[in-house]
């Protein structure tokens, strides 16, 4: 097997896939028909970059086809290229151009379905379980409680579970920081895996019920029920009998085929390494194409991890509306840095930087490929819930739980999280858990629920694409479960950019 692998052939550098050595001479292959050795110079790890070409210093050094960032020094064939001699290249608020491109691929609609509950609005949802929805973080513990002694009581009822999501906001909130919480937690509300809401309030926290209810807008009164803890005298005895009652309107709703048209399913990336962009991220990108062109959609956000490949959304606009959405999109989340006198493109963690990655355009070149092909059809604010078919871009920041609870909240039935260093959290929906390597995937079997790793291992993409997608129905189904549900690992964090009182 090799032990490199080239990205694009315009690129600078190529991709180790083992350890390699100062003094080793490795054989490489450029444009499938350039055959050669190099010297090389450092000891490189695995999954970081080999330059193949020579670069001066304050030359773009190119990987994906684009320019991951700027030389910082002259370099020679050979050399390790990371933090140490690269800089990112991007400076400041940008101007864009709508510059529109054909979308690539495409295929007939197929039949495809899975097993879901159609609920009464005619929205789907794949799971069919109980939430309890706190208006303000001084009551977590109680409806927590509320929520065990609830599946105690119900457990053997027709349903998938009784869930609590605990969070610190609702209250001493102003402005923005108190609506951003409220569209969230009214848009969770509304989110078809649930049969059933239980919303909690305490009685005097500034997102008090009456006004709650303004933001959740019209809902059926036999789905969502509402308590204020203050004016009863047994919170937990009134909860547990409302809940009872959502338990048997839950029982109404059985399986029944539904087409891939109305599956949501949401893309993220955490703890990335330098072969996310490699396998996970293209992987999950195919598997993107094939639920659009079944009429489902998909739904992208990580806002500052677009930055340096957002003439690629950008491009792929379905019309000029659209195209001044992500224009807005991107440079108000600039914005909301420099607000905060922070670097706008100071963004790889320092596991990204382990795993291989140097630069933020060089993060966002991978990460924007679990968006596939596609056509952008809509960009919608924080918190929003998405309406279009298709490819969707919702706003929020990068930060795993933060963003997985966004598009949770947007409608996603399922988010398929790659990673290349893993971690245990799941979000409100099953959080299906990629791991781009082997290592990851054969070491944390309790976090990792599919190994894209086996594209550099001899499988091809058509193979792991149709293998992934019918796994991604399984889990929509209710056959499988992702680990985080096996585990309980079910969390939410909310969006925060104000004074608290």
Same mark, same amino acid.
């Given at each position: 097997m090799s032990k490199v692998v080239q990205l694009h052939s315009k690129d600078d550098v190529v !991709?180790?896939?083992h350890e390699v050595h100062k003094g080793e /001479?490795?054989? !490489?292959? +450029? &444009? %499938?028909k350039d055959l050669f050795h190099i010297n090389i110079l450092d000891d490189i790890p695995k999954g970081h970059k080999i330059l193949v *070409? $020579? #670069?001066k210093k304050g030359e773009d050094v190119l990987k994906f086809g684009y320019s991951i960032g700027k030389a910082k020094r002259d370099l020679s064939v050979g050399e390790w290229v990371h933090t140490h001699n690269l800089e990112t290249g991007l400076k400041g608020i940008l101007d864009y151009t709508y510059e529109p491109v054909s979308p690539q691929g495409g295929r007939e609609k197929s039949e495809h379905t899975f097993q879901g509950y159609i609920r009464e609005n005619g929205e789907a949802g794949i799971r069919n379980e109980i939430w309890i929805i706190n208006t303000v973080g001084c009551i977590n513990k109680t409806c927590e409680l509320l929520a065990k002694m609830a599946h105690e009581s119900f457990k053997d009822r027709g349903i998938d579970g009784i869930y609590h999501f605990p969070h610190p906001f609702g209250c001493s909130q102003l402005g923005d920081d108190l609506s951003n919480t409220q569209k969230l937690l009214a848009s969770l509300v509304h989110h078809p895996n649930a049969a059933g809401v239980l919303v909690v309030g305490l009685g005097c926290e500034n997102n008090q019920i %009456?006004?709650?209810k303004e933001v959740i807008g019209v809902y059926? $009164?036999? *789905?969502i029920k509402f308590m204020k803890s203050q004016e009863v005298e047994d919170e937990l005895n009134v909860g547990l009998g409302l809940i009872e009652e959502l338990v048997g309107y839950a029982e109404r709703f059985k399986r029944q085929p539904v087409p891939v048209s109305k599956l949501k399913v949401g893309l993220k990336c955490g703890g990335s390494d330098g072969f996310s962009g490699i396998t996970?991220? $293209?992987? #999950?990108g195919a598997v993107s194409d094939l639920i659009v062109a079944d009429g489902g959609t998909t739904i992208l956000t990580e806002v500052p991890e677009m930055f340096g490949a957002e003439t690629i959304l950008m491009s792929r606009a379905e019309n000029e509306e659209t195209f &001044? /959405? +992500? #224009?807005?999109l991107v440079n108000d989340f600039k914005q909301y840095f420099i607000r905060h006198d922070q670097e706008i493109y100071e963004n790889p963690s320092p596991g990204n930087k382990a795993g291989g990655i140097s630069t933020l355009e060089e993060k966002s070149l991978g990460c924007t490929q679990k968006g596939g092909h596609a056509l952008v059809v809509d960009v919608s604010s924080y918190g929003e819930r998405v309406v279009k078919p298709g490819l969707n871009l919702i706003n929020a920041p990068g930060n795993d739980l933060v963003s997985v609870t966004a598009l949770a909240a947007a409608g996603a039935h399922i988010v398929l999280f790659t990673t290349g260093r893993g971690t245990p959290f799941g979000g409100p #929906? $099953?959080?299906m858990k990629i791991a781009t390597n082997s290592d990851l995937a054969n070491r944390k079997r309790n976090w990792i629920d599919y190994n894209a790793g086996q594209l550099i291992e001899g499988k091809s993409m058509d193979e792991l694409k149709a293998d992934l997608f019918q796994y991604i129905l399984a889990i929509a189904s209710g056959e499988k479960k992702t680990n985080n549900e096996r585990f309980g690992f079910k969390e939410i964090s909310i969006f925060k950019d104000g004074v608290i009182l």
């Open positions: !991709i180790s896939l /001479k490795l054989q !490489i292959q +450029i &444009d %499938e *070409r $020579p #670069v %009456e006004y709650f059926p $009164p036999d *789905r996970a991220n $293209p992987l #999950v &001044d /959405k +992500i #224009v807005h #929906v $099953p959080t």
